[in-house]
């Protein structure tokens, strides 16, 4: 017994009175936690996020191809130039149809996953929507290349039914041209769903899964029809998963660079563009100009989702 109470730690020990200062201050006990992993994410992705930033204001010579400390705002003012605002705005766009069309897609997907599946059905479906996650993004991307190639998959299957005159119709319409859809925005637009598809379900499913099934008694109960229950109860419940789900697919494809130069007809995005200035151009000073737009778009459209209760549903 002595040698027990020898072991024990005396109550005005350092170690024990900075143990209880701990148990009275749980704040300072969570500070001591979060510090080293705060200043890790401050010194490494935002000290090297400012530092990219602070060499747009540089200046760029044409002429020996070197970059100089010379400070200037003609790097974001480029921005504005037809030619570089007509890159943002085709990658907006893009962003934005993308996040459109895959909620329409992924909604009745994670309606199922989240109304009519359990157990083993539930499993399956969800290793289905996780399992296109974990193939490599270039492999899929390139996959893609081959399926709407002309001679490709797609195109056969088109051929089968008989769909050539509206595939050629469609790809004659303005915005969408080109020859085949792996040279079309359409055959563009087609990858981004399907690569993006599966950050959209999961949000969904899990917005759903939360609804209280008395509020769907409830309105069944009061007269409503299927369609009035989905209408006023079960899409406006959902919103919060959709916008959540729609951070992933319009950030991931606002940045994105290998799509863009893997499919769809020749044009910069604003990932491309970045890469390209950096890479083949050596152009860091605009480059970090381009890397400012997709900060601050994707910074405006956090602050709309929030309204609608996106970061509840993550």
């Excluded at 200043?39 to 992705?45: H, K, R, T």
């Excluded at 119709?169 to 085949?180: K, Q, Y």
């Amino acid at each position: 017994m002595d040698s027990v109470i020898s072991r024990t730690p005396a109550n005005g020990s350092p170690l024990r009175r900075f143990s209880n200062l701990l148990y009275r201050r749980p704040n300072l006990y969570l500070s001591l936690l979060l510090v080293p992993p705060l200043l890790w994410f401050g010194a490494i992705y935002l000290g090297s996020l400012l530092t990219l930033l602070w060499q747009g204001f540089y200046t760029f010579d044409d002429f020996t191809m070197t970059v100089t400390p010379d400070l200037t705002l003609a790097n974001f003012a480029a921005l504005f130039q037809p030619s570089n605002f007509d890159i943002i705005l085709r990658t907006l766009s893009m962003a934005i149809v993308v996040s459109i069309a895959s909620a329409i897609v992924a909604f009745p997907i994670a309606y199922y996953m989240a109304r009519y599946t359990s157990g083993n059905t539930k499993a399956f479906f969800y290793i289905a929507v996780m399992m296109p996650m974990w193939a490599s993004y270039i492999v899929k991307a390139y996959a893609w290349t081959l399926l709407l190639a002309k001679g490709g998959v797609a195109q056969w299957f088109v051929q089968y039914l008989n769909l050539e005159p509206v595939l050629q119709f469609v790809l004659g319409m303005p915005g969408v041209g080109g020859s085949t859809l792996s040279t079309s925005h359409l055959g563009r637009f087609m990858v981004f769903v399907y690569i993006w598809l599966p950050f959209m379900i999961l949000p969904i499913q899990a917005s759903l899964e939360r609804l209280p099934p008395s509020l769907l008694q409830a309105s069944a109960d009061l007269g409503a029809k299927p369609r009035q229950t989905f209408m006023q109860v079960i899409l406006p419940l959902s919103i919060p998963g959709i916008a959540a789900g729609s951070i992933f697919t319009f950030s991931l494809t606002l940045g994105d660079f290998i799509v863009p130069q893997l499919v769809g007809p020749p044009g910069y995005f604003v990932g491309s563009m970045v890469y390209a200035q950096q890479g083949a151009i050596g152009n860091m000073p605009m480059a970090a100009a381009f890397t400012l737009v997709p900060i601050v778009l994707i910074a405006i459209y956090l602050s709309i989702v929030k309204r609608l209760g996106a970061f509840d549903a993550l």
